[in-house]
């Protein structure tokens, strides 16, 4: 059964740090990564999409894949309150258009 | 923001009525989702769609039907509400991405249903 794994936290950084959320995956074949924010009582909001190993940068935030390890991370620098949310991790297999999430992680930004 | 518009955005029902929520969408993505999302389990995939009148169950879809007769429209149906139903249910899109990436799926603003 295809898993993807996600500290539940909640995750609590000083304003102004580098919040780091990390996910793990199940499916050796998953080829998609995507990271979501989900406000609370909101819809999740797409961030990020990562396809290939290494970093990939948008902003403040930085999603990190690397396949052998089968993990999948995401940064935010500068974290804000704002930032303040439960984020959302999903990996799918190339050709499958169903996703696996997880469960997410809270995050709290304190000022 | 992806054009996906649920309705209605809450509802409150009674045990054994059948309800009927809406998802539509602007964007004429080949893909519809229904999802469920309760405290503990996360998102919850209830039934998919991959075209007009092509649907498929989900990991949770026992009580629930859908229907897809135009590629806009994708209708999730309780046909008797039970108060286990009762969650906040997202709709979402998403378009064939090319060989091996994926696209990413875009929700609705979701559905607040209580049954009592």
């Known amino acids: 059964q295809k898993e993807v794994e996600q500290n539940s936290g909640p995750l609590s950084v000083p304003e102004g740090a580098i919040a780091s959320l990390n996910c793990t995956y199940s499916?050796?074949?998953?080829?998609?990564f995507f990271w979501y924010r989900q406000y609370s009582g909101k819809s999740p909001e797409l961030i990020m999409s990562i396809y290939s190993n290494g970093d990939k940068e948008d902003g403040r935030f930085t999603a990190q894949l690397n396949k052998a390890s089968q993990y999948v991370s995401l940064l935010i620098r500068d974290s804000q309150p704002s930032d303040s949310a439960t984020y959302l991790c999903?990996?799918?297999?190339?050709?499958?258009?169903?996703?696996?999430f997880g469960r997410g992680t809270s995050l709290i930004v304190h000022p | 923001d992806a054009g996906i518009t649920q309705s209605p955005r809450h509802k409150v029902t009674e045990t054994g009525t059948p309800v009927t929520l809406r998802c539509h969408q602007t964007e004429n993505h080949r893909y519809m989702y229904w999802y469920r999302q309760d405290p503990g389990h996360g998102l919850r995939l209830i039934h998919y769609?991959?075209?007009?009148?092509?649907?498929d169950k989900g990991e949770v879809s026992d009580g629930y039907s859908v229907s897809r007769s135009k590629t806009e429209d994708f209708l999730l149906t309780l046909e008797s509400a039970t108060s286990s139903q009762t969650s906040v249910y997202f709709c979402a899109i998403s378009e064939t991405g090319a060989m091996g990436r994926n696209q990413p799926q875009h929700f609705g603003d979701g559905t607040r249903l209580s049954i009592l």
């Open positions: 999903a990996a799918a297999r190339g050709g499958s258009y169903i996703p696996t």
């Open positions: 769609s991959y075209g007009v009148k092509d649907t």
């Open positions: 499916d050796r074949v998953s080829q998609s």
